[in-house]
């Protein structure tokens, strides 16, 4: 493999972004419809079959001996949150074509074809809707999901699919059926410290969070924060950081099945240092592999909702915003990458995924895997997210013996 060959083409694809202090190559707008043209001339010169859906994913099929056999599946996205990283997701598209380059050079057919995909709007970033084309793809997305979707600067989603040829009203036609593919496996970053802080080199994914998000609004009384004294004061932010201090609690009682609390929004109201809150509004994001443990952590904020509402004088409500079940890694792929590992001396952990993954809806429509090489400082999603030339061409070499493993070599052949 040609790893220097991998790492100008990660440089090239983030070249395409808007100007900021990191990436901003957002889902449907020029600048990522741009680097996914850029990608699609690259698996076009590898002699590819390339088709665009219609909600954007790209497939890049490289034809097996066996028309008639179902693809080993590959892939990532390209998309980027605001002020993004430059390997959350890049870094599995190269890695893919980099296998394909490689198998080419060496003039090595598989019997079964192999297929690149570059998944659309993995980000939630633009418009709050993550993993949409992998979702569309495993038939998850139905058209009034995202029909009335709209970025923060009020453009529709429907006007950025018309744009760039796409159409809302043809998602059904982006579907896929199992019998299309043998696996899927997905490289990513870790986007997390586990792998550098243990010394390790590559992570097995077991399985993926499904998070469970609520938005819930605390109701006290606005008054002057010289004149009301404090025993007098019904305060709906110092509720609030009862609740968020709860929530730790809780999820550090399940920390050892891998249950996660966080809340990532807290806006205040009427906001001015001299008046006593009267109204909070905070996002919750409840989220772990096992269901029963997540419950748990759920349980406790209701709990806490109860009791600090009458200790407080507060009223709160509550709006469960969505709710996902964890996704399994399937048992004989991650034994595959264990030997594998085993194999070349690679040292690995068995780890969940906190974030979600396109992996988690390609895992409806075959056997799939995720795995992950590490990042610096358990950066990512910032401008300081960095993963190492040697890490990722570690990956991509593992990537590529799993291909060859599920895709079996028909033949090498002598130019």
């Known amino acids: 493999m040609n790893f220097k060959r991998l790492e100008h083409t990660l440089g090239k694809l ?50 097996g001996t066996n028309s008639a056999l179902p693809a080993v599946a590959c892939g990532s996205h390209i998309d980027s949150v605001y002020e993004a990283g430059k390997y959350d997701g890049t870094v599995g598209v190269v890695a893919a074509l980099e296998v394909i380059r ?29 993993t949409l084309g992998s979702k569309a793809m495993a038939g ?32 059904k036609e982006a579907e896929r059926s199992k019998e299309v593919f043998k696996v899927f496996l997905e490289l990513h970053i870790e986007q997390g410290p586990v792998l550098e802080k243990e010394g390790k080199q590559i992570g097995i994914v077991t399985g993926i969070a499904g ?21 007098y004061r019904k305060d709906a932010f110092l509720g609030a950081a009862e609740i968020a201090l709860t929530l730790e609690e809780a999820a550090q009682s399940e920390a050892s099945r891998g249950t996660v609390a966080t809340v990532g929004v807290c806006d205040v109201n009427p906001g001015a240092m001299n008046i006593v809150p009267g109204m909070v509004e905070m996002g919750i994001d409840i989220r772990g592999i096992s269901i029963e443990s997540r419950e748990v952590v759920i349980k406790e904020l209701y709990h806490a909702m109860q009791r600090i ?13 969505n709710d996902e079940a964890p996704v399994k890694m399937d048992e004989n792929m991650i034994d595959s990458i264990k030997e ?42 910032n401008p300081e997210e960095y993963t190492s030339l040697e890490h990722i061409a570690m990956g991509a070499f593992l990537l590529k013996e799993e291909i060859l493993k599920h895709a079996k070599v028909s033949q090498k052949l002598v130019r």
Do not use: W
């Open 14 to 63: 983030n070249t395409f972004s808007k100007q900021g202090q990191g990436i901003n190559r957002l889902a449907y707008t020029d600048e990522e419809r741009q680097a996914t043209q850029y990608i699609i001339d690259l698996c076009e010169k590898e002699g590819m079959e390339v088709n665009v859906d219609t909600v954007g994913n790209v497939i890049a099929r490289r034809k």
């Open 102 to 130: 490689s198998l080419n050079d060496d003039n090595i057919r598989t019997e079964h074809p192999i297929e690149m995909i570059v998944f659309a709007c993995e980000e939630s970033a633009r418009f709050g809707f993550s």
């Open 140 to 171: 998850l997305l139905k058209k009034e999901d995202i029909t009335n979707l709209k970025d923060k600067q009020g453009i529709s989603i429907q006007r950025e699919f018309s744009k760039y040829g796409l159409n809302v009203n043809e998602i």
């Open 211 to 231: 998070p469970t998000r609520f938005k819930l609004q605390i109701q006290g009384q606005a008054s002057h924060s010289g004149s009301t004294p404090m025993n």
């Open 309 to 321: 509402e009458k200790q407080r004088e507060l009223k709160m409500s509550i709006i469960k915003l």
């Open 340 to 381: 594998t590992c085993e194999q070349y001396g690679n040292t690995y952990t068995l780890m969940p995924s906190g974030a979600g993954h396109d992996v988690m809806n390609m895992a409806q429509l075959s056997p799939s895997v995720l795995f992950f090489i590490p990042s610096r400082n358990g950066l990512s999603h």
